[in-house]
């Protein structure tokens, strides 16, 4: 399963490179604290908006696991980026609930911005080294308990890096939404 629909909200699972999706409105970040560039997705994404998206965002830090802030897309194609800090796996105490956060919190600011279409990247499953079905589980079921909360989002986009990652969330998608 890649695709399923839920009151005229679409979650979708797209291999590829987050700071690539020119269709959609918003990128999530899986930032760090400091909201500054770094490795994996928050370094794909930095390189891509280019410099001034970390002078935009210098203010807005710190921020705390779970917790989401909006900036501009600067010279990525989105009009928004929604930087999440996911929680550090091992660390940062309740995992589940820390991640949770982050996927409510950044449709909570997609709402609030009137955003129809986001695109999450795994959070917290790479240098953070939450496991990556365990993140998958959170994700995936969070997102459909808030589907049916949502008036402006309509599109949900997970973009995958690699094939592994993108088996996971189809594993997980079909068991959620059978």
Known sequence: MRKVTINDVTLELSKGDIASQSDIEAVVNA???QLR???GVAGAIHRAAGPGLT???RSMAP???GEAVISGGRNLPNKYVIHCLGPVYGRDKPEDKLLAFCYKNALKVAEEHKIKSIAFPAISTGAFGYPPTDAAEVAIKTIRTIIPKLQSVHLIRFVL???DAM??????MRQVFK
């Open 31 to 33: 930032a760090n604290a």
């Open 37 to 39: 560039t770094g490795g």
């Open 55 to 57: 002078e935009e965002t």
């Open 63 to 65: 921020i705390k696991p």
């Open 161 to 163: 890096w690699g094939e």
């Open 167 to 172: 088996q996971t969330h189809q594993d997980v």
